[in-house]
């Protein structure tokens, strides 16, 4: 069974940096695909970035790109997300997700097996 734990997450002002990871463990066939989502009050989960995990190619949400950086650590087992600039419209809980398969439906949650529990972002003016 795959587990993601993430860590990472706190509160910061706007115009701030974090930095999400996310440890995955329990795998036993490789993961093609990772990416971060989030999800604020009232809203869907959105997707944010995603890595193909082989060729570490990677996609962006329109809303983060040019200011969030995801990669991935193959030795730690590890996904991270660099968060830039933030904004107060980044506040969000942050999931890390595997078992998807990528392509143009990336950001579609439905094609994830695995999810984390979340790690809250919160950014203040």
């Known amino acids: 069974q795959v587990q993601l734990v993430e860590s990472g997450g706190g509160s910061v002002q706007a115009g701030g940096s974090l930095r999400l990871s996310c440890v995955v463990s329990?795998?036993?066939?490789?993961?093609?695909?990772m990416a971060w989502f989030r999800q604020a009050p009232g809203k869907e989960r959105e997707g944010v970035a995603g890595i193909y995990t082989g060729t570490e190619i990677t996609t962006y949400a329109d809303s983060v790109k040019g200011r969030f950086t995801i990669s991935q650590d193959n030795a730690k087992n590890t996904l991270y997300l660099q968060m830039d600039s933030l904004k107060p419209e980044d506040s969000a809980i942050y999931y890390c997700a595997a078992g998807g398969f990528g392509g143009s439906k990336w950001s579609t949650a439905e094609q994830y097996n695995y999810w984390g529990q979340g790690t809250q972002v919160i950014v203040s003016l």
């Open positions: 329990g795998y036993t066939s490789p993961i093609y695909f």
